[in-house]
């Protein structure tokens, strides 16, 4: 047993009981060893003879066990008793011998008391028994009259059988639980296992519960469930099993279906004791069956169960009923028949005193009211549904928030949206008749005996009065709130959430359900809606009054009951115990309607945060509660960023950076185009709080301020400021919608504007969202604390080399300065001294940062160069030749390629050498313009040889490209116009690059601007956001996997379509308008999910079938891991895989050694998704027992098929 | 299904457990995070008192009677109401109309005659266990009601005829 103080159970058991304190462990935990040798040695004494004969070798081992037991203690008799007076502990190996020993004497009341009092309790602390007792035990059986040592050795007959029991027995027999040294020792020596004795055990078993005396009833009973224990892998003894069970069903079930309403009845001793008996066999159906629908045998079975007397009878045979539902909901429907009639049995279940009963006939209802098959039955359907309905107003909660759960339409884990919308819909909507049955005046009286709170209270009154469901469920669940009991209060809550869902689901639908009306008054109008769905009970509703019984007057609307339910739930917030209030903050989360102010609940979550007893694990729980309400509305993406900010001020120290990461990342790609600034601003808003200043816990509740106050959530902060600082860098683009490739800037104009200042205006005047970002990196990457300056430094390099001018530059002098250092004194005052060196150069970034620098110094010198070139064939007036233009080309490759190591750029977009680059490779493509294909040949030879791997996939998808959609898509027209403006038209090229530049008006700028605007960066937004919301946190590593690799093979994909097509595709990528690109626009926009480590599980990618994985990349990781220093973890997690799926099963068990390691049975097929280090990342088909779906595991332990 | 039952002493003993559907592997945590539960919540708490934590998708319902403390864990249809009708049941509380923890505490008072203390319930060790087997069937809840888990125990049929 797992004990902490070194004292074992049976030190406990048998200590004294008035000594308050257990012995010592060094007297007792060691119990004396069983000599080995005086076991084998010791003369075989047979001292039993048992009547049947049994097999010698069982014989054998129990002799020298006895014999064993007497060579170690000489006074055989009393062993125990002595053992009891001295109060020591008794060895396991000294029960086993004594029940051997007292087995043979059976038949003395002595021997008798003594196994019930002392041996079998004590033994029962080792919670099964090793196979060598069981020939004592089977002796027992035969023998002994006593019944209470029948009922221990059936106790531990059951134990013996089951291989799986409770206390870890290995399966196969050999040694049964590791707790049991002593019984080791005995199995070496005597080496019985169960092999030998399970399949005795099972004939003794078996010929028992076919034994039909009346007397032996209940020896039956229990021989049955001992038999039920054992293995359900064992088909010999199930197949006996089925036989026992029908030959019984046969007898008793027969004459049963005769009778009818037995309540209370009470029958002969034969009837009684065959119904106990067929109960059982009901059970053992139950238990034991793979449920076979197709088994007419089990459906009528179990629907005679329902008729059945015994509670528990029923309960099992309806929750076999249920069971069958789920698969053949028509048969069960057919078969129950008029049994769920007003009158008929079903009704009668719901006054059965037994709550599982009732719980299982909501199941049931359930099933049947929602099948599919019975759509043409509405008359079935809604009979089942007004059992259902009538469960609502079940005395135990168990039984009415389990039927208010399934009107809600949660049956199963399985979440679907339709089904939950409906549910809300039926809640809001329908109305409970009762029917007029006798029945029910049973029910009022049996009510009035609980002590139960009751949520209806015109139950009692004469006249029962159609109730709408919302208003029966909502007093009901407000009563169940103002219970002290906390597994009240914490189901209520769970009710109230799963009730959040379902509105959620209904909103998302679209449905719209007016809550302001008037439920009385819309029940009145709805009279002809209820007619269609109940055509059985059309009438019911003119009895209808307004109900004036529920005390709140006529004006109930779902609104106003709603408000009522909240502010009940509101309160319960004050519950001592934090699961509770946990529940409750979630009910309230899913409760919250977007269009509703949510400060209340900000308040609310914010001084409960305040509580330092929140454990870790229920507050990520929280912020998961809250991404899966942002992804069933996606229109609350800032309200929930502002609750999930409270969560990152008050607690930095107890919630995972990670799980707030994909919050927010959520959030803001959801937020849609109006909320991106909003929402990124609530996610910097932590970088502007002022770091938590030690001592100063005043002002806890405001939500402002950083609450750390201890070393570790200061250290906690520091990482979620580290995170935030890397997420506004991955991010702020994107939340800003300035990219280099995309920008609403004109291109080039910040060539015009060198100067800073101005530069700074004029950017932020055109994008506040980024200029707001950059301020803020910029002072991180001064005043944090070093990881936070670095990741500062990288979230920089990042935007600049994602960014269009002026940002870049803006960035660039930023990051220089930062470099060289000198500044740092001018900016000592904001600096916050933390104490650390600040290192040699500066800001001690100057390393750091200066292959960053490089990065942009050669885009810029480059871009000069290229420049400085057009110049020079301007007023030279000469063509570009081919030589230059590759030139040209590879450098534009070799700074994309540098570019790549430090961020993501889709590359077939992406111009290191700025905007003008274009028109030159327009000029350079022109001449193969009839040729694309041999063009392109040419064209990757002269690549590098990794590149030149993708040529094949690539021409293939080329040529299936350039055949249809891509001569349309060229706007000749344009290119013309440039190849001529540069070559024939004699005007220089500069002074076009010029006006280019300062947006005057040549054709081109036109032509873009207006394009811009046509430009469906919107709906790339929207598609990106679409594939994110679609991800569920499961399936997180699979969108880094898939968001790292394919998009990037897409992009090299396009990279060289562009490249070496660039003259035709200048317009295309310029200006495309989306027509022109035809059908790899999409996919190229979705390359832009790259952006982040979390989005886009993009189908459109995974249909691509070339899964590489591109080199570029390859470089770019081992390139970006040595620079992305300590805080940056995230881009470790952008690994490379293959992007079409794979599949496995699980070879082994593996037990998870951590929280993102999944547990795995034998024989489980997986979905591979990633490989990292001897490591599959895998994703189950149905979730675990833990309920966990994906997670990894190591490679070894999977086959991959 | 309920995973567990688990009784312990004031000191963290684990007195009875039963693990059903429940790896050998992970009931180590169970233990430990069942008993460190008790150790942190139920300090002071009155007898019969039912607290409700829960793991994921697991509901756990503990209350401490006497000298010793209960714990039940369950998931799906064994939702926290299940569990608290086992606890209740153990406690003896009125005949068992709703709740599963109900039946484990029910059937401890009545084994024990009152809330037992440790030594009493050493004492009765066979009996309760006896209990729990004809409670809890392979992870079911079976019997609830008290005095057909009497009649069960003694080995006589369950109802009365």
Redesign the interface.
């Known amino acids: 047993m797992a004990d902490s103080s070194g004292t074992t159970l049976m030190d406990l058991i048998t200590s004294d009981g008035s000594s308050s304190k257990p012995p010592s462990a060094s007297s007792t935990t060691a119990p004396p060893p069983i000599d080995s040798a005086a076991m084998t040695a010791g003369p075989p004494v047979p001292m039993v003879v048992d009547k049947k004969s049994k097999k010698g070798t069982l014989m054998q081992i129990q002799s020298d066990t006895i014999s064993a037991a007497k060579a170690a203690f000489n006074p055989v008799r009393a062993n125990i008793m002595t053992q009891k007076q001295k109060k020591k502990p008794v060895s396991y190996a000294q029960l086993a011998r004594s029940i051997h020993e007292l087995a043979a004497t059976s038949d003395q009341k002595s021997s008798q008391r003594q196994l019930v009092h002392h041996v079998f309790p004590k033994l029962a602390v080792y919670n099964s028994v090793d196979p060598s007792l069981a020939p004592s035990l089977l002796m027992l059986d035969q023998q002994c009259e006593d019944r209470t040592v029948l009922r221990y050795v059936y106790y531990y007959l059951a134990r013996i059988l089951s291989d799986s029991g409770s206390q870890g027995v290995s399966p196969g027999g050999g040694i049964p639980t590791p707790n049991w040294d002593a019984l080791a020792d005995i199995d070496a020596g005597g080496g019985v296992t169960r092999a030998d004795v399970v399949p005795r055990v099972v004939e003794r078993l078996t010929s028992e519960s076919l034994n039909e005396d009346v007397e032996f009833h209940p020896r039956r009973l229990q021989a049955l469930k001992a038999l039920t224990y054992a293995p359900s892998s064992n088909s010999e003894i199930l197949s006996k099993l089925y036989e026992i069970v029908f030959s019984i069903l046969d007898k008793v079930g027969e004459p049963q279906k005769r009778k009818k309403g037995i309540f209370g009845n009470k029958g002969g001793d034969k009837e009684a004791g065959i119904k106990s008996l067929f109960q059982l066999a009901t059970l053992t159906c139950f238990e034991k069956t793979p449920l076979d629908p197709g088994n007419p045998a089990f459906l009528h079975r179990a629907v005679q169960g329902v008729l059945f007397s015994d509670p528990v009878a029923v309960r099992h045979s309806l929750e076999i009923l249920s069971e069958l539902a789920t698969k053949d909901p028509y048969a069960v429907a057919m078969a129950l028949g008029k049994h769920a009639q007003p009158g008929g049995a079903l009704q009668d279940v719901l006054h059965l005193n037994d709550v599982l009963a009732r719980v299982a006939l909501a199941k049931l209802c359930h099933t049947v009211s929602r099948a599919r098959a019975l759509d043409e039955r509405p008359d079935v359907k809604s009979q089942f549904n007004s059992v259902l309905y009538q469960l609502l107003l079940d005395p135990s909660e168990r039984v009415c928030f389990e039927a208010i759960l399934c009107v809600l339409g949660k049956f199963d884990n399985s979440e679907r949206t339709e089904e939950r919308a409906a549910g809300w819909y039926r809640l809001s909507r329908e109305i409970l008749k009762l029917p007029d049955s006798p029945s029910v005046k049973d029910l009022t009286s049996e009510e009035k005996d609980t002590v139960q709170p009751k949520g209806k209270k015109d139950k009692s009154s004469k006249i029962r009065r159609p109730q709408p469901l919302i208003k029966l469920v909502m007093r009901r669940l407000e009563s169940s709130f103002r219970s002290f009991s906390r597994p009240v209060l914490h189901a209520a809550a769970r009710v109230v959430q799963e009730m959040g869902k379902s509105r959620a689901a209904s909103f998302a639908l679209g449905q719209y359900i007016d809550e302001g009306l008037e439920i009385n008054a819309f029940s009145e109008n709805n009279d002809s809606y209820d007619a269609d769905v109940n055509p059985t009970a059309p009438s019911e509703g003119i009895r209808r009054v307004p109900s004036m019984s529920s005390g709140m007057g006529p004006k109930d609307t779902i609104a106003s009951l709603l408000a009522s339910l909240m502010e009940v739930v509101r309160t319960t917030v004050a519950c001592e115990c934090v699961y509770v209030r946990a529940m409750v903050i979630k009910a309230l989360i899913w409760m919250q309607s977007p269009h509703e102010s949510f400060d209340e609940l900000e308040s609310i979550i914010a001084s409960e945060l305040s509580d330092p007893s929140w454990p870790a694990t229920l507050l990520n729980d929280i912020l998961l509660t809250l991404h899966a309400r942002f992804k069933a509305t996606p229109d609350m993406a800032v309200t929930l960023l502002e609750i999930a900010r409270i969560f990152a001020t008050k607690v930095p120290g107890k919630i995972d950076a990670d799980v707030l990461q994909l919050l927010w990342k959520t959030c803001l790609v959801g937020a849609g185009p109006d909320g991106k600034h909003t929402a990124l601003e609530a996610v910097t808003i932590v970088l502007d709080l002022p770091p938590p200043q030690p001592g100063s816990i005043l002002g806890l509740t405001s939500i402002d301020k950083v609450s750390a106050s201890d070393p570790k959530s200061a250290l906690a902060l520091q990482r979620l400021v580290q995170a935030a600082v890397w997420f506004l860098g991955e991010n702020a683009n994107y939340a800003a919608s300035e990219y280099a490739w995309e920008s609403a800037t004109p291109p080039g104009t910040a060539l015009m504007m060198l100067d800073a200042d101005k530069m700074v205006a004029a950017a932020s005047s055109r994008n506040p969202t980024l200029a707001g970002a950059l301020t803020r990196l910029q002072r991180c990457a001064f005043s944090g604390s070093w990881e936070i300056r670095i990741i500062a430094a990288q979230a920089l390099t990042t935007m600049a080399i994602r960014s269009g001018e002026p940002y870049r530059l803006q960035i660039y002098e930023f990051l220089h300065t930062l470099a060289q250092g000198g500044v740092q004194s001018q900016f000592s005052d904001m600096h916050t001294s933390n104490g650390e060196d600040q290192g040699a150069s500066g800001t001690g970034l100057g390393s750091l940062i200066s292959p960053m620098l490089k990065v942009l110094d050669e885009m810029y010198s480059a871009q000069d160069e290229l420049i400085k070139e057009m110049r020079n064939h301007d007023n030279a007036k000469k063509e570009w030749t081919d030589e230059e233009l590759k030139k040209l080309y590879e450098t534009h490759e070799r700074l994309l390629n540098l570019v790549s190591l430090f961020c993501y750029v889709p590359r077939a977009k992406y111009l290191p050498l700025g905007p003008t680059r274009y028109l030159l490779f327009s000029t350079y493509a022109l001449p193969f313009n009839v040729t694309k294909s041999i063009s392109s040949i040419i064209l990757f030879t002269i690549r590098d040889d990794n590149v030149y791997a993708l040529l094949v996939p690539d021409l293939i998808y080329e040529t299936t490209k350039t055949k249809s959609p891509e001569p349309d898509a060229l706007d000749d027209d344009l290119v013309n116009f440039w190849a001529s403006s540069l070559g024939d038209d004699g005007a220089p090229a500069m002074n076009r690059v010029n006006e280019f530049l300062a947006g005057a008006g040549t054709d081109a700028p036109d032509v873009e601007e207006e394009n811009i605007i046509s430009r469906p960066s919107m709906s790339y937004d929207d598609m990106w956001a679409k594939t994110l919301l679609e991800t569920t946190e499961m399936e997180e590593y699979d969108a880094r996997s898939s968001g790292s690799s394919s998009p990037d093979s897409i992009g090299s994909v396009e990279t060289s379509i562009s490249s070496h097509f660039g003259g035709m595709n200048y317009p295309s990528l310029f200006s495309s308008k989306p027509s022109t690109y035809g059908s790899s626009q999409p996919k190229e926009k979705q390359g832009g999910s790259r952006y982040s480590p979390y989005e886009g599980l993009g189908s459109p990618i995974r249909e691509e079938p070339p899964p590489y994985s591109s080199p570029e990349h390859q470089r770019y990781e081992s390139f970006e891991n040595p620079l992305a220093g300590p805080g940056s973890n995230s881009y470790d997690e952008r690994r490379p895989s293959s992007g079409a799926p794979q599949f496995g099963t699980a070879l082994y068990d593996f037990t998870a050694g951590g929280d993102d390691e999944l547990n795995l049975t034998a024989g489980e097929e997986l979905e591979i998704e990633d490989e990292v280090d001897g490591w599959f990342y895998v994703k189950k088909k149905r979730p675990g027992r833990d309920g966990k779906m994906a997670g990894l595991v190591p490679v070894l332990y999977v086959s991959q098929s | 299904m309920l995973l567990a039952v688990l009784i312990a002493?004031s000191?963290?003993?684990?007195?009875v457990?039963?693990?059903?559907?429940v790896?050998?592997?992970?009931?180590?945590h169970w233990?430990?995070f069942l008993?460190k539960l008790g150790a942190d919540?139920l300090r002071g708490v009155k007898n019969e008192e039912?607290?409700?934590?829960?793991?994921?998708?697991v509901?756990i319902?503990y209350t401490v009677l006497g000298d010793v403390s209960i714990f039940v864990v369950g998931k799906d249809?064994y939702?926290?109401?299940?569990?608290?009708?086992l606890i209740q049941l153990l406690l003896l509380y009125?005949p068992?109309?709703?709740?599963t923890?109900t039946v484990l505490l029910n059937a401890l008072k009545d084994v024990c005659g009152k809330p037992p203390t440790?030594?009493l319930f050493?004492?009765?060790?066979?009996?309760i266990?006896?209990c729990l087997?004809e409670i809890v069937?392979?992870g079911?809840?079976?019997?609830?009601d008290k005095d057909r888990i009497k009649r069960?125990?003694?080995?006589?049929?369950?109802?009365e005829?």
């Open positions: 002493n000191e963290g003993n684990i007195l457990e039963r693990f059903n559907g790896p050998a592997e992970e009931r180590l233990r430990s008993v919540n039912l607290l409700v934590a829960n793991h994921k998708s509901y319902v249809e939702d926290e109401l299940a569990c608290k009708c009125r068992c109309n709703n709740n923890m440790e030594r050493l004492d009765k060790y066979g009996k266990c006896l087997d069937w392979k079911l809840l079976e019997n609830t069960l125990i003694r080995l006589k049929p369950p109802t005829f």
